[in-house]
C-alpha cells in the first residue's frame, strides 16, 4: 500500500463489491476516504487498508441528504487536512426498487433519482472545487468517476426508479464533463453492463452459470484506475463493461 | 369544434405555445382539461375553445404536488363524468435555470426533475389506468405523448438541471411504453429540437432570424395528433423534430 | 387518384409490402414512378394507379448499376416531362443475408452495401437536383425518405451484412438531412423495427401471432405521407415505429 | 522490447499516428505485423522495434483487395511459423474525401466503404480463425480492437463518404462483439474524436492551440492495450477519447 501522498482519494457507496475493489485500488496510491450509509459496508475495509500500510477513514454518509453530506466532508478535511483531491468516485446503488408501474409509490419513484441524482449532485458540489484545485499539480488529471448501469441508456418496463435515477446520472455526468473537461478535471462515466460477482450474487444463474459470466469487481477498479491515469489530451467520457458471454 | 364525444383527453403544461396548439387540436376530437399552475396560462384558451363549439375546462395545478395532482384529477372525473380518457398530454416544462454548476442551488438543481420526474410521474399514475380501461373501445389507441428536448439527448454545461430532468422523464416514458405498449397503450415520446415560435420569442435572432427557423407550435400539435392517430401495429416510440436550418 | 399535378415522385424498392403502399398513397397527389429490379414488383401497382384514375409508370431498375439508374432517371424525365419532383422514397432492401460471419462469402457480405449504400448514393445523387428546384415552389417541403430497420442502429451476430448496409445508409441519410434541410430539402430516415405484414410474412409466427403483431405498411406509408408534409418549421429527421406487442 | 513469445499481433493501418504508437506498444509484448500500402508507412518503425530487440515484420497490404489481403497472411504465417495470433489492431483510415454531395463521383463516395467496409471483412475474417484459436491459451482474451471516428456516431454534411464508412465498420464490429464475445474473443470499437498529435497536424489551428489540444497517439495506444488486457469477465465493447478541451 501507498506510503504518504499529498493527494487523498474519496469512493461513495462502498460495499462488498465495485466500491471495495475501488478502495482498495485507489489506497495503493493515495489515502482514501469510503462514504457508505451503513459502517458496516466500510469497516472491514478501512481495517484492511490501514492494516496493508495505506491510509483509510470511513464516514457514515447519505449522499441524498445535505447536511449528511456537509458533516462528511467537514470530516474529509479534517481527516486530511494539507492535502488535496486526486479523485473522487461516485458508486452509489441506492435503494433498487422493481414493480409494475401502477404499484409503485412516489416514495418507491423517487428512491431511484434521490441517490442518482440529487446524490450525485451533492457529491459532485462538494468535491468539485476540491478537484478544481488539484488541476495544475496532481499527478493524473484530478477525476470525477461515475458508475452507470445498463439502465443508464434504456428504461424498461418495472424499472422508471431505478432509470430514472440512472439517466439523471448521467445528464448530470455529460454536463459537468463539458463544464468542467475543458478546466482540466476528468468526468467520466461507466455502464456497468451485468451482474457484478459479489457474494450476494454467487448463486444467482446469470448467463448459464458459466465461468466469469458475472463482472470481476477488482476489473471494474482496473477500469477505472485507467480512467484517472488518463492524460488529459485522451479523455474518456463513457465506457462500457459486460461480461464475455452477456447479451446486448 | 367537436361535438360531444365518449372520450376526452388532458393537456398538461398549458401556455402560450405548444400546449395551447395542442389543446385546439385535440379539442376539435374531445373535450379537454387543460392544467396549469397559473390560471391566466389555460383560462383564455378553455375560452376559445369552448366559444368555438368545443368543451375545455382548466383546473390549476401543480403536477409536482401530489395533493394538487389529486384534486385535478378528482375533479376532471367529475366534469366528464361518464366519458372516458383518450389521450394524455405530458408537455410540461418546469422551471428552466441555467447556471454554472458549482453556484446552483440543491433546489434549483431539482427544479428539472421536480417536473419532469416526480411531476411526470404522477400524471403518468394519474392517466394510464383511465387509458388502459380506454384500451376496448377508443377511437384510437389511448396515447400517452411526452414532449422532450435536445437535453433529453444531451447534458451540456450549465444545463445539468434540465437535462437531468428531462432524461428521467425519457427513462420514465421508454419504461411505460415497454410496460403499457403490449397493453395497447401508445406511449410517444417527442424530442423538440429547436426554439417554439411564440410572442416571448419572437425576437430572439435564432437561425438569424430566417422565416421558419422556429418550431410552428400548431406544427407540434400536427404531430402529437399524428402520433395519437397511429394504429397499434405501427406505434413510434420516439420522433425528433426541428427547423429545416436548425444545426444539430 | 389525383387529377394532374405539376409534381411527380419517384418509390424505390417497391413489392408486396411498404413499397406498394407508399406508392398508392403518394400516388392521391403525384404521378409516381417506381422502380425495381423485377417487373413483377410493380406492374400490378401501376395497373391499380393507373386504373384508379391516377398516373404511374414502372421502370425496371437495379439501383446499384450506375448505368441503370441513369437510364431509368431519363426515361423518368421523359415521361414526366413538364413536371418537378416533389417526393422521393428510397426503400430498397436489397439481398437479405444472415449467416454466421466466417461462412460469408466477401460478395454476400457486400449485398447490404450494394443495395444501401451504393445504391442509396446513385438515389440521391439522382433525385436531389430536382428536390432543389422544387423548393420553390413545391406543395410540400421536398421530400427524401429513407427505409431503416432495427438493423441501422444495431449489428447483431450473423447479420453483418445487412447492419452494415443500413448502418451507411443512416450515415448518409444524416449526412444529407445535415447538408440539404437548410437548403429546404427535407430528408427523413424511418426505423422499421418489426416485421411486415405482407403475404409472405402471414404465416410467420411473430409475436405470438397476435392481431397487428406485424407492422401494417398502409400505416408506414402514412407515416411517409405525414413526414412528406410536414412544414420546414418542424422537420423530423428520425423516427421509429413497431407493433405494439413488439420487444424492444 | 519483448523476448520472443509464443503468440503475435497484428496492426492494419500504419503510419505517423496511431498505428505507430500501437505497433510499438504491442510489440513490447509480442511480435508484430504492421500492413500498410505504402512501405514508407512501416519501414522506419520496423526498424526502430527490431533496434528495440523486439520482432516486426512489414508488408505491403491493400486491405480492400481480397487478393492482396490473402497474400499478406500467408507471409505472416510463414514468418510467424508457430505462433498464435493474441491481437489484431484495424487502425485504417482509408481516403478522406470531404465534398458536397452532388459533387461527390461514385468512386470517392465508395472511398469510405471500401478501406471501413470491405477493408475491415477482409481483415476480420483473416484474423478471426487465429484469434479463436488462441482462446484456450493466450495471456489475454484474444482482441479485435477497432478504430472509429466521431463518424462512426453521426453523419455530417460533406461528410458521407467516410460517415457511411465508419457507420458500416462500427456495425460490422458489433455484429462481430456479439457473435465472437461469447466464444472469448474480445471486439472492442474505439470513437477517437479529435484530432491526433501528429507531424502533420503539428500546425493545426485545433482548439485553440491549447497545449494537450490534440490527441496523443501514444495515450490511444495505451488504451488499446488496456482493452486488450482486460478480463473476459469485463469486457469494453465501446469506448470515447478525446482532447479535454475538444467540444462533444
Request: glycine share 10%; charged share 20%; net charge neutral.
Amino acid at each position: 500500500m501507498a506510503a504518504a501522498s499529498n493527494f487523498y482519494s474519496i469512493v461513495a457507496g462502498v460495499g462488498a463489491g465495485t466500491g471495495r475493489s475501488v478502495a482498495l485500488k485507489f489506497a495503493k496510491a493515495y489515502p482514501v476516504a469510503l462514504l457508505a450509509r451503513n459502517p458496516a459496508n466500510y469497516e472491514s475495509i478501512v481495517k484492511e487498508i490501514n492494516a496493508a500500510g495505506g491510509q483509510a477513514i470511513g464516514i457514515s454518509t447519505d449522499v441524498s441528504s445535505e447536511s449528511s453530506v456537509k458533516n462528511a466532508f467537514t470530516e474529509i478535511q479534517k481527516e486530511f487536512k494539507g492535502k488535496k483531491l486526486a479523485a473522487a468516485i461516485f458508486n452509489v446503488g441506492g435503494r433498487f426498487v422493481r414493480k409494475p408501474f401502477l404499484e409503485l409509490t412516489l416514495e418507491e419513484y423517487e428512491a431511484g433519482y434521490e441517490a442518482n441524482g440529487k446524490g450525485f449532485f451533492l457529491f459532485a458540489q462538494a468535491t468539485l472545487p476540491g478537484l478544481l484545485e488539484s488541476v495544475p499539480d496532481s499527478p493524473h488529471p484530478p477525476s470525477l468517476i461515475i458508475t452507470g448501469a445498463t439502465a443508464s441508456l434504456r428504461g424498461s418496463a418495472t424499472m422508471s426508479s431505478f432509470a430514472s435515477g440512472k439517466f439523471a446520472l448521467r445528464a448530470t455526468g455529460q454536463s459537468l464533463a463539458r463544464e468542467f473537461g475543458p478546466k482540466g478535471v476528468h468526468v467520466a462515466h461507466a455502464i456497468i453492463d451485468g451482474v457484478i460477482d459479489i457474494p450476494r450474487t454467487r448463486d444467482w444463474p446469470v448467463n448459464g452459470g458459466v465461468e466469469d459470466g458475472k463482472i470481476s469487481s477488482d476489473a471494474i477498479a482496473d477500469s477505472y484506475w485507467y480512467l484517472h491515469t488518463q492524460p488529459r489530451s485522451h479523455f474518456t467520457q463513457e465506457l462500457d463493461v459486460r461480461p464475455y458471454v452477456e447479451k446486448f
